[in-house]
DNA sequence: GCCAACGTTGGC
DNA sequence: GCCAACGTTGGC
C-alpha cells in the first residue's frame, strides 16, 4: 500500500537544531531516515505497515505551498528510533528505553520528483468538486473519488498516512502530467470555507515559523508520558547510524 | 467515562 | 501571525 509522509521544508529550530528537512535535501540525501515521529498512530504505521519498496508520496507541510513534491520508497522496514533515546535530540523522549523502544521509525529512499507538484490546494478544490473536470479527465473516476477520500483532505493532522493506490496513481499523474493549474482559482482569493465553531476552544497560541519553540521539559517523572508529544518528521541520512566514534557525517544539524 | 481545558498541527 | 482542528490530559 502507498503512504504520504510529511516533512518540513522551512527552517524551525528545535532544541538549536534546525529540523527541516525539503525534497532539495531528500534528493541529495537519497536515503533518509524518518525519525522524530511522536505520534503513535504515525508510529504504528511505520512499525507495522509500511513494507520495503511501498511507495510514498512526499509532502511538504508547514509552508507557503504545502503539496506533494516527490515521490520515494521504503527502503527500510520499521526499527527502533533511537533518536528518542539521545537527549540532545531534538525530539528526545525520556520515558523511552532501549529495553522496550517506543518511537519506531523507517528509511525512505527518493526517487523522483513531480515536475508539477500537486499542491494542497488542488486536492482540495478537487475534493469540493461534484464532477471530474476535463481537464484532468486523464486520472479517471475512480482517481478523482480516491482523492476525495484522501486522508490528507480529511483529516490534516496526521503526518503519515496510507493513501489508496488509485489515490496513488491520480496523484502522480497530476504531478506528472500537469495541466490542472487553471482549475484552481487566482491568487489572492483567500477561499477556506468558513470553519464551524467550536463550544470551548481555547487556543494557547502556539508557534509561528521560524520561531523557537521551547522543548518540552520531560525531566518530570510523572504521568501520562510520551503520548503527548506529535513531532513531525525530521530526517537524517540513513548512514548517520549511531556509531561508537561519535563522527559526524552529515553537515545537517542533529542530535 | 464524560467533557472542558490545554497544547500542538499546520493551513491560510 | 492567526487561529481552527483535534488529540490528549485530568478533574470530577
Do not use: I
Given at each position: 500500500m502507498p503512504w504520504l509522509m510529511k516533512a518540513e521544508p522551512d527552517s524551525r529550530v528545535v532544541k538549536g537544531k534546525d529540523v527541516k528537512f525539503s525534497v532539495d535535501d531528500f534528493e541529495k540525501l537519497g536515503v533518509s531516515q524518518w525519525d522524530g515521529v511522536r505520534n503513535h498512530e504515525a508510529k504504528k504505521i511505520m512499525k507495522e505497515k509500511m513494507k520495503l519498496g511501498d511507495k510514498v508520496l512526499f509532502y511538504h507541510s508547514n509552508t507557503k505551498v504545502p503539496g506533494v513534491f516527490a515521490i520515494a520508497e521504503v527502503?527500510?522496514?520499521?526499527?527502533?528510533?533511537?533518536?528518542?533515546?539521545?537527549?540532545?535530540?531534538?525530539?528526545?523522549?525520556?520515558?523511552?528505553?532501549k529495553d522496550s523502544p517506543t518511537w519506531f521509525m523507517v528509511d525512505v529512499r527518493f526517487i523522483e520528483r513531480l515536475t508539477h507538484p500537486p499542491t494542497l490546494a488542488l486536492i482540495k478544490h478537487l475534493a469540493s468538486l461534484p464532477t471530474l473536470p476535463d481537464e484532468i479527465s486523464f486520472i479517471g473516476q475512480g482517481g478523482f473519488e480516491a482523492i476525495k477520500a484522501m486522508q490528507l483532505v480529511?483529516?490534516?493532522?496526521?503526518s503519515v498516512q496510507p493513501v489508496e493506490q488509485a489515490a496513488y496513481d491520480a496523484v502522480v499523474l497530476l504531478g506528472t502530467q500537469?495541466?490542472?493549474?487553471?482549475?484552481?482559482?487566482?491568487?489572492?482569493?483567500?477561499?477556506?470555507a468558513p470553519r464551524g465553531k467550536r463550544k470551548a476552544d481555547v487556543n494557547g497560541d502556539s508557534e509561528a515559523k521560524a520561531e523557537v519553540k521551547p522543548q518540552v521539559d520531560h525531566?518530570?517523572?510523572?504521568?501520562?508520558?510520551?503520548?503527548?508529544k506529535t513531532k513531525k518528521a525530521r530526517v537524517v541520512k540513513?548512514?548517520?547510524?549511531?556509531?561508537p566514534d561519535g563522527?559526524?557525517?552529515?553537515?545537517r544539524t542533529k542530535r
Open positions: 527502503a527500510r522496514e520499521g526499527y527502533p528510533d533511537y533518536t528518542a533515546w539521545d537527549e540532545s535530540h531534538p525530539y528526545f523522549d525520556a520515558k523511552t528505553s480529511n483529516r490534516g493532522r496526521l500537469g495541466g490542472w493549474e487553471e482549475l484552481l482559482p487566482k491568487t489572492g482569493g483567500k477561499k477556506q525531566s518530570e517523572p510523572l504521568g501520562k508520558e510520551e503520548q503527548r540513513a548512514e548517520d547510524l549511531p556509531v563522527v559526524r557525517r552529515s553537515k
